[in-house]
């Protein structure tokens, strides 16, 4: 079975500008959640999705939205980019919401704001 | 706020050397405790800990959950070098769903 896979790997924006990750869950997990890591505050829950819709949230800024698909995979957005959001983004997939059983994490994308 | 500090930060042991990693907790409606291995890369699951499960083994590795004193270990025996990596501690719980709190990690290296 095909692991949890991100697009794209690398990123490099200037700031102001806006970007768009992916994220393909395992096939038939429904559960998306997205994570940033820093070194300086490692790893920081974004949100997470649910059959298309947004379980909960994190302490970001409204910049960082994101929306699941009907084929569960999912994207992030990131607009009006700072310093401050270069970072690896990993996106996690489990079967069930809710914290009742496993997350496998995606390969990440590492965002660099210059 | 749920809270994960893991202990200790940093290990340095040799070849075959036993290690023990720590992992308290603070957390409502603790729903599970899960490890992960990270290395150069994104985290690999190593295990999950719920109500009903308190104790896991995996080859040389093992967990236990002691909901009572709110904490975790993960136990390494026979140390190799690539059990080198960062050691994750996270827990679900509260109101969140698919909110994963994470410790800061400990960083593990494993010497010749």
């Known amino acids: 079975k095909a692991g949890v896979t991100q697009t794209p790997r690398y990123l490099i924006k200037t700031r102001g500008q806006q970007v768009t990750l992916s994220c393909s869950p395992i096939s038939g997990h429904r559960s998306v959640s997205w994570y940033q890591q820093t070194p300086g505050q490692g790893l920081q829950f974004l949100f997470e999705y649910f059959s298309e819709t947004q379980r909960n949230k994190g302490n970001f800024p409204g910049r960082f939205s994101g929306r699941q698909f009907s084929n569960s995979r999912s994207e992030m957005n990131v607009s009006t980019l700072e310093l401050g959001d270069s970072a690896l983004y990993l996106c996690a997939s489990s079967f069930l919401a809710g914290g009742h059983n496993e997350q496998f994490f995606g390969p990440g994308t590492r965002l660099t704001v210059l | 706020e749920d809270k994960v500090v893991q202990s200790p930060l940093s290990l340095v042991v040799h070849e075959g050397d036993t290690v023990t990693l720590n992992c308290s907790y603070e957390?409502?409606?603790?729903?599970?405790l899960l490890w992960y291995k990270q290395e150069k890369k994104a985290p690999t699951f190593l295990f999950m800990l719920t109500s009903s499960g308190i104790e896991k083994k995996s080859g040389r590795l093992s967990s236990i959950l002691d909901k009572k004193e709110l904490f975790s270990i993960l136990n390494i025996t026979a140390t190799q070098t690539g059990d080198s990596a960062i050691y994750l501690c996270a827990v679900a719980g509260g109101t969140s769903y698919g909110k994963l709190t994470f410790g800061q990690g400990t960083i593990l290296t494993v010497h010749p």
């Open positions: 957390v409502t409606n603790f729903r599970s």
